[in-house]
């Protein structure tokens, strides 16, 4: 039985205690001489990290692809990887285990940046909504070209409330543009003999993001709805950037179980509004959504999240900027209907 990761991240501490020492570098076999040593929480973070770096670091990601990183939990292992850190990349929200292990893990020189730091933060929907209700304000396309969510921070990731803000950003190309350029400085701290290879480098995959955000606009000011009905409460950003509404019939967590009376009503829009299509996602069992498909007679789709890559999707040599486009024709296929 995998033990709780309050319990690891002390056992941790002793460990990277040892190795530090020892004198022991911990994961300095795995890091070439001379470069930053770069560690990031799960697949965005190390695209857009891995984007920025170039041939100046090397970037790890502690999440393995497959894993669902909800409920993911660092090992003695990985805790000797913050421990060694130059720089430590994360998103904030998602990835509740981070405070006590950076805590844990000391280093007066690694450098730490929350990448969502500054972003407003959406609420995700709860099991009380009825269908279609949440940000309902967005559905009718209201929302102006170039407005994403950037106007400061709404909430604390350390409050109360913290589990129902909406962790998934990076799945609106805009505040990706914003999450890279606050990695970028990150990196020039943490290196600033190298600033304008860096700077470059962001700059270049801004360019491609930017490029992504007019491919969205462009392909879905024309849709014939604007709903969608997804699986896991994970697409409120892309859908806010675009003047859409997600419909999700689970909530932020990809293992929460819709309970029958929420099953029900979402059938009862899904047939009300003639959806043709149930989106499920990767790295989650789509049991639910082929319930909710084959009920009334509709098929399903992937929408990704976004939050690991697949070894079908390594092998395909796909990326973030290469599934977010397969993510959009999804969506206008859909929407189309």
């Known amino acids: 039985m995998k ?24 994961n300095s076999s795995e890091v070439s001489a001379g470069k930053l040593n770069v560690v990031t929480t799960f ?15 090397d970037v790890v990601a502690l999440i393995p ?7 993911w939990e660092p090992s003695a292992q990985d805790m000797v990887k913050v421990k060694d850190a130059d720089l430590f990349v994360y998103n904030g929200i998602v990835e ?8 844990s893990a000391q280093n007066d020189k ?71 350029a606050a990695i970028e400085a990150a990196f020039e701290k943490a290196d600033p003999a190298n600033k304008d290879d860096y700077k470059k480098n962001a700059d270049a995959y801004i360019a491609k993001l930017k490029a992504l955000d007019e491919a969205y606009r462009d392909g879905l000011k024309s849709v014939k709805t604007k709903r969608f009905v997804t699986q896991h409460a994970a697409f409120g950003y892309l859908a806010h950037a675009y003047g859409l509404e997600q ?42 959504a082929k319930t909710v498909a084959d ?25 973030y900027v290469g599934i977010m486009t397969k993510n959009l024709e999804a969506l206008k296929k859909a929407l189309d209907e």
Request: net charge negative; proline share 6%.
């Open 295 to 319: 009920e009334i007679g509709a098929k399903t789709d992937v929408l990704n999240p976004l939050e690991g890559l697949t070894d079908e999707e390594k092998k395909e040599g796909l990326d």
């Open 65 to 71: 692809p497959g894993a669902e990183p909800h409920d």
């Open 110 to 180: 690694r450098v730490v940046v929350r990448a969502s730091e500054g972003l407003t933060t959406l609420e995700g929907a709860s099991e009380e909504e009825e269908p279609g209700e949440h940000d309902r304000g967005h559905a009718d396309g209201d929302q102006a070209d170039g407005d994403h969510t950037d106007d400061g921070h709404v909430g604390d990731e350390h409050s109360a409330d913290n589990h129902a803000l909406d962790p998934h950003v990076w799945l609106d190309p805009g505040l990706a543009q914003k999450e890279v």
């Open 247 to 288: 419909v999700p019939i689970s909530g932020l967590s990809p293992e929460e179980e819709p309970s029958p009376g929420k099953l029900a009503e979402i059938v009862d829009f899904a047939k009300a509004n003639r959806v043709k299509t149930i989106f499920f996602e990767t790295l989650v069992d789509p049991k639910v």
């Open 96 to 103: 509740g285990w981070v405070d006590a292990a950076l805590s």
């Open 43 to 57: 697949y965005p973070m190390y695209e857009f990290s891995r984007q920025v770096a170039g041939e100046h670091a």
């Open 3 to 26: 033990m709780g990761w309050q319990k690891a991240l002390i056992l941790s501490a002793g460990v990277a205690a040892m190795l530090s020492g020892c004198g022991n570098k911990g």
